[in-house]
């Protein structure tokens, strides 16, 4: 069989601990056999980070910017343990954080919907798709400690020195106070990243916050998604056969719990961190979720949801076995060569893409599973397979359907 050729390059994001080692065992046995490969290749982990002051880092970022589709690998954040198990010379930022920052984008989760890994919450038939603000609120707070009896107020100085104040309380006793923001354009970034995702899936957006608690800063989202929606949206949505959907946030928790799914949910930065855990955990493991970074000029970067899965590769690196589910890892390089050719115009390109993730979703229906699975399946008399075992047998389903 001829491999299928690509056009433009994918940035490609490598990572590290046992993620490293599935993006590797992916390549080989996945990709590279059907595929004449291009990639630019970035080595974010953490050892080449180091090396490189995280120069790395951002230079996979704005090679994204570039190119216009990324695929990462999980990587290291390093803390305290890290900076002598890796002897670092500093302690680098998150790269995700880095990159979100350079692309300026909004996160986009969904779970892997498979027969036999059921959802706790029966009704939901298609996935549910947080999209979940990344800038700003309660994570750019900043708080005091009231001590007892004054007078807190919110204070504006504008750049011409005039001051804007707000009586926040009139305190008699000790409390706390709490400040946050946000910023109008990414607020327009993240409503353009939510509304030309849900054009790209053909999906119902659905946005909800407290507009009437808070009248002017949730409100603010608010208004400022119906308007871009009217002047940019509407007649797209219109023909794509798609809504757009506002409601209160407590509103919407109760729909989400009632629906059949098959649609975006837009979250606030906080709302995005709880509700996104909510509907993972529904849906038995973040092994089985899909991640892309969408950028509001239309710039991808596919991920998995879950970490380097450290346990696992220290029993690697003891010799042990392991069974370490690489579905998300592979729907990350799958989500990036479907993107890629759409983009580039390569029909080949992402109709195998398609039929990776059906080959990995018949997989584990026909039973052949990681042990993280197993645990949690409605299915009987299944295989446990290693990491590496399930990768082939995701390869022998993919070559009986080529
Ligand atoms: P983790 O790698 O997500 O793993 C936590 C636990 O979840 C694992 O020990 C494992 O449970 C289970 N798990 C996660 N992914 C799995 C998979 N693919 N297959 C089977 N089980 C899986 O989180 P962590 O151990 O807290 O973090 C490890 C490192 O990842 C940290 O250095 C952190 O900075 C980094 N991290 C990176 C990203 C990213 O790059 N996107 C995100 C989060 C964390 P059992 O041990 O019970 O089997
Ligand atoms: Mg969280």
């Known amino acids: 069989m001829e491999k299928i050729k690509m056009t433009t ?24 056999p059907f595929i004449d490969l291009k990639t630019e290749y970035y080595d974010l982990g953490l050892d080449y980070r180091n090396e490189t002051d995280d120069k790395v880092t951002f230079d996979s ?15 290291i954040t390093p803390n305290a343990a890290r900076m002598t198990e890796y002897d670092l010379k500093k302690m680098w930022k998150s790269p995700n954080g880095t990159i979100r920052a350079i692309l300026d984008g909004t996160v986009f989760r969904a779970p892997i919907q498979v027969k036999g890994i059921e959802p706790c919450v029966k009704n939901w038939e298609k996935p549910i798709t947080i999209a979940r603000h990344a800038y700003g609120d309660v994570y750019k707070g900043t708080e005091m400690k009231i001590p007892g009896p004054g007078k807190a ?12 104040r707000e009586l926040i309380h009139e305190f008699d006793s000790a409390g706390i106070i709490q400040g946050m923001h946000n910023i109008n354009k990414s607020i327009e970034s993240f409503a353009r ?76 930065n906080y709302d995005g961190d709880v509700m996104s855990d909510m509907i993972s955990s529904a849906c ?30 220290y029993k690697h690196l003891k010799g042990e076995e392991t069974s370490t589910n ?33 080959a990995t979703i018949k997989t584990i229906e026909d039973g052949k599973m990681t042990k993280d699975l197993a645990l949690i399946t409605s299915l009987k008399d299944v295989t446990v397979l290693n990491s590496e075992n399930f990768i082939k047998a995701i390869r022998e389903t993919l070559e009986e359907s080529l």
């Not at 092994?287 to 346990?311: C, F, I, K, W």
């Open 153 to 164: 107020e919110l204070v504006f100085t504008a750049a011409d020195g005039t001051e804007t």
């Open 193 to 268: 990243s939510c509304f030309n995702y849900a054009l790209d899936t053909k999906q119902d957006l659905w946005f909800a916050t407290k507009d009437t608690i808070s009248k002017k800063y949730d409100h603010t989202f608010k208004d400022i998604f119906q308007e871009i929606f009217d002047a940019e949206y509407k007649e797209k949505f219109d023909a794509a056969g798609i809504e757009y959907f506002y409601t209160l946030i407590d509103d919407a928790v109760a729909r989400v719990m009632k629906s059949k799914g098959g649609y975006i949910w837009a979250c606030k």
């Open 284 to 313: 038995g493991s973040l092994a089985m979720m899909t991640s892309v970074l969408v950028s509001p000029d239309g710039n991808y970067e596919y991920e998995a949801a879950h970490g380097t899965v450290q346990r696992h590769y």
């Open 326 to 358: 690489s579905v998300a890892t592979i729907f990350a390089w799958t989500g990036a060569l479907r993107k890629r050719g759409e983009l580039d115009n390569l029909p080949e390109l992402s109709e195998f893409a398609d039929k990776l993730e059906k």
């Open 9 to 32: 390059p994918l940035v490609e994001m490598d990572g590290d601990e046992m993620t490293r080692i599935l993006w590797k065992m992916i390549k080989d046995e996945l990709l590279l």
């Open 61 to 75: 970022a704005y090679a994204t910017k570039k190119y216009g589709v990324a695929v990462k690998c999980a990587t």
